[in-house]
């Protein structure tokens, strides 16, 4: 057992993207003095005509799809008044986020070619190991809830309940029952039910695919964010085993039982490790079809939307503590939303387990979308584990030294 540590930019979206750009330049610059969301609507209001002009060519119209535009999220994210008065302005578009089907276990997801999308800032993360975030061709929206409505909402995370199992918000008070082991040894394990999915890279820097959106070559699927995710949870002082193999090749079918196993063989010969990070990335489309990336704006740069899965017995298979397993997922999100509004879309609690019965600290990350590029994962996969580092921590301190 091994153990490592299109554009569719015709010259119509070209102009309207410009005049969006205008447009948000102009809403940062007019609301900049105002102390709060109300207010700056306000000061947008007494503008008249010109600036709902703008903010329609900005947002684009009500019937437009339930996402802000890439750009326009990066630059939103550059006015604490815009982003905290998001929601408000997406409510004007009468939008929500997609029901994305989401998975099930051993279903393939439908993976589709991708699409061109403007370049992307090219400025490293952090210095020791810098990303690139070259252009990978493909579309880039932003997906979050424009209203409460479908959603158990509590303290800014909005969790979607897709089991006939009721949820109140009281449950999500920031405690959880994983904790970090008494004794010495590996504490998290990352292991890759679907180790080969891939992302789509820029162009020259294309991999040998076995499969739509995957490949073998663990330097470029999610083992490769695997990676990313350990290396910042050891640099936060914790002990992390990274499983890289590809339970999902080269059959697809079966994959949740050999994770299964694996997982239970860690556990087996290392009882102190409390958590499992189950690290997978989604596939998302519009209606007629065409993926895109899924992105938030992060200090100038994308970073890859990411979402939990939650498993539950709902589908018949044991697991009666699932609740322990959300409300973890519910705190690090909280944590996330905090510092990064748009970066988490909603958790998604479901029927299937998911392999979630092992631990208490068991979690499903949907890191991106087939469509975004590996650099926007592998950002994310630093701000996820270093969320989680500071959750887990705080919540169970070291004690001191002997």
């Given at each position: 057992m091994t153990i490592q540590r299109r554009p569719r930019p015709q010259l119509r979206r070209q102009l309207a993207a410009l005049a969006a750009a205008g447009g948000v330049l102009y809403l940062v610059a007019a609301t900049a003095a105002s102390p709060s969301a109300r207010s700056a609507l306000d000061t947008v209001g007494r503008q008249g005509e010109l600036a709902l002009s703008l903010?329609?060519?900005?947002?684009?119209?009500?019937?437009?799809?339930?996402?802000?535009?890439?750009?326009?999220?990066?630059?939103?994210?550059?006015?604490?008044?815009?982003?905290?008065?998001?929601?408000?302005?997406?409510?004007?578009?009468g939008t929500e986020?997609?029901?994305?089907?989401?998975?099930?276990?051993?279903?393939?997801?439908?993976d589709a070619p991708p699409q061109p999308e403007a370049p992307l800032p090219e400025e490293p993360a952090q210095p020791d190991t810098p990303l690139v975030f070259a252009d990978n061709g493909v579309e880039a929206r932003t997906l979050i809830p424009s209203s409460p409505e479908g959603y158990v909402v509590s303290n800014g995370v909005y969790i979607s309940n897709r089991t006939e199992y009721p949820l109140d918000a009281s449950l999500f008070d920031g405690s959880f029952a994983a904790a970090l082991p008494e004794e010495e040894g590996p504490q998290?394990?990352?292991?890759?039910?679907?180790?080969?999915?891939?992302?789509?890279?820029?162009?020259g820097q294309e991999y040998e695919p076995s499969g739509e959106s995957r490949t073998t070559d663990t330097s470029l699927n999610v083992v490769r964010v695997g990676d990313e995710l350990a290396k910042t949870l050891e640099e936060a002082g914790l002990t992390v085993l990274h499983d890289p193999t590809l339970h999902d090749y080269p059959e697809y079918s079966g994959a949740y039982g050999r994770s299964l196993d694996a997982v239970n063989a860690y556990l087996a010969e290392y009882p102190t490790i409390s958590f499992v990070l189950d690290i997978h990335r989604d596939a998302i489309s519009d209606a007629e079809g065409t993926p895109y990336k899924v992105v938030s704006g992060v200090a100038g740069l994308n970073a890859a939307q990411m979402s939990f899965v939650i498993g539950t017995d709902g589908g018949g298979l044991e697991h009666p503590e699932w609740r322990e397993n959300l409300k973890l997922a519910a705190a690090i999100q909280q944590r996330l939303t905090g510092d990064y509004p748009t970066l988490m879309r909603p958790i998604t609690v479901r029927n299937s387990r998911y392999n979630q019965h092992t631990t208490p600290g068991s979690l499903l990350v949907e890191m991106g979308a087939a469509g975004n590029s590996l650099d926007e994962a592998l950002l994310s996969a630093r701000l996820l584990g270093k969320a989680l580092a500071e959750t887990i921590l705080e919540?169970?301190?070291p004690g001191p030294a002997a």
């Open positions: 903010l329609r060519a900005q947002l684009g119209e009500a019937d437009r799809e339930e996402i802000l535009p890439a750009a326009v999220s990066l630059a939103i994210g550059q006015s604490p008044v815009l982003v905290s008065g998001q929601e408000a302005v997406l409510r004007l578009r986020e997609p029901d994305d089907n989401g998975r099930e276990e051993d279903v393939p997801p439908p998290i394990l990352i292991v890759h039910t679907h180790g080969s999915e891939a992302y789509t890279m820029p162009p919540a169970d301190p």
